[in-house]
């Protein structure tokens, strides 16, 4: 078998973890190999250059050596700049990582949905619910399992969502049904009202707790507990 | 089967808990402890069983402590209005050795970290927030690091420290005393600019 030497391809952290006394375990996402797992040898030792870049959300350009399921990383360089993700908004773009981490296998390359990824982040800051739900949309669609949303719905009509069947209109009097326009609105990518982004999160929700299985998300964990410890709010 | 002996099995495998320790090194400090250096390897025994019976942690700054009074939470340091938060004992040291704070502190040990599933509880945010609302505390100094973690952190105890009223800081970062701007990295040149001050 040849070990492939991966030069300069772009990706990012997706969390990183002590491997023996002065490595870091880096799970990294990138645009060409999908998620793999790279030891960075030496960057947890004192004043090691690499560890200040190896942060999530810093775009890189990623070099390693391929050796069985990790990888050894060769090189790291900046790909301009981190997203400035304020506050809040990193424990969403976290969700983002996580949600990656349980949900694809390594060396599953899914170019297309790491694009959705680098414009989620540029999102966050300024439309953090809609860039969520966005990428949780291509996400299941990358998975197999996306929604049906055709391009037939109406905009007036009220639906409820089959898994079978995609949207079914719904009964007059069906507190639950999702309002076309809703619909339209997260096959568009255009979230921008209340009532749209309510309807996308409640439409996601099933899909996704499918498929994250039993365990819960720590991040989604992590933030009930600080939003209820503070008191106002 | 170990190429040791059992003993010395059990020595080298302990050795090798302390960081940076390898099994070489690990071998190599135990063949001079039991060579030339027996009476220090007493000494070192009788040190850690003695650190281990009276060292714990003060429940007040979270830092290590001996017997009952801590000497990072005395009257004066309380006084001080002051109440600096760091990530963990090494930081505190840091700032103890190089600079003229006396105030009190807060030792996290650890950071906000929910993929290894560290939160809030694990960090004692919710004995902090009891700290403040005491009244004791006039500025919550933040000195947690310039990671994303560290970040996130932050942001928690700033609004933590805003539900009770006090000021809050956080530490500059920026160009190291005695070094070039041309050696300097984009993020840390980022941050130095975006917390420059007037002059
Ligand atoms: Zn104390």
């Avoid at chain 1, 969502?161 to 995609?166: H, S, V």
């Avoid at chain 1, 499918?210 to 964990?221: I, M, V, W, Y």
Wanted: with cysteine.
């Amino acid at each position: 078998m040849t070990r492939a030497r991966i030069q300069l391809t772009p990706g990012h952290v997706l969390r990183t973890q002590p491997y023996r006394d002065t490595s870091l375990l880096v799970e990294a996402w990138t645009y060409h190999h999908g998620r793999v797992g790279l030891i960075a040898r030496g960057s947890r030792a004192p004043r090691s250059r690499t560890r200040a870049l190896l942060q999530p959300f810093q775009p890189l350009l990623l070099s390693w050596n391929e050796q069985g399921d990790l990888g050894a990383l060769t090189g790291v360089e900046a790909d301009g700049h981190a997203a400035a993700l304020p506050g809040e908004a990193i424990f969403s773009g976290w969700y983002l990582n996580e949600l990656l981490i349980r949900l694809l296998p390594r060396h599953d390359p899914h170019p297309d949905l790491y694009a959705d990824y680098v414009v989620a982040l540029a999102q966050l800051p300024s439309a953090l619910e809609a860039a969520l739900r966005i990428f949780e949309k291509n996400l299941l669609t990358e998975l197999g399992y996306g929604l049906q949303l055709d391009d037939d719905l109406d905009p007036a009509t009220p639906y409820r969502y089959d898994t079978e069947l995609g949207p079914v209109v719904a009964d007059s009097g069906d507190g639950d049904a999702y309002a076309g326009s809703s619909l339209i609105a997260l096959r568009d990518e255009q979230l921008d009202d209340e009532t749209a982004l309510r309807d996308a999160r409640r439409l996601l929700r099933a899909p996704l707790r499918s498929l994250l299985g039993d365990k819960p998300l720590e991040t989604a964990r992590l933030l009930r507990q600080i939003r209820k410890s503070r008191p106002t709010a | 089967m170990s190429v040791y002996s059992p003993r010395l099995a059990r020595l080298i495998d302990a050795l090798r808990r302390l960081p940076g320790v390898g099994p070489k090194s690990a071998q190599r400090m135990a063949f001079q402890l039991l060579d030339r250096e027996r009476g220090a390897a007493r000494t070192l025994a009788q040190a850690l069983t003695d650190a281990l019976e009276h060292i714990g942690r003060c429940p007040s700054c979270r830092m290590f402590c001996e017997g009952g009074d801590c000497r990072y939470c005395t009257p004066a340091r309380t006084a001080s209005g002051h109440l600096c938060v760091v990530e963990g004992p090494a930081d505190l040291m840091a700032i103890e050795a190089g600079t003229p704070y006396r105030g009190r502190y807060f030792v996290l040990m650890g950071r906000l970290s929910p993929l290894d599933g560290i939160g809030p509880d694990e960090l004692g945010l919710d004995q902090l927030q009891a700290q403040l609302a005491t009244g004791d505390v006039r500025e919550l100094i933040i000195a947690t690091n310039p990671t994303v973690e560290g970040e996130a952190t932050a942001h928690c105890l700033a609004e933590i420290a805003r539900a009770q009223n006090v000021a809050v800081s956080r530490i500059a970062h920026g160009v190291p005393v005695g070094g070039e701007l041309e050696y300097v990295d984009g993020g840390t040149l980022a941050h130095a600019l975006s917390g420059r001050r007037q002059v």
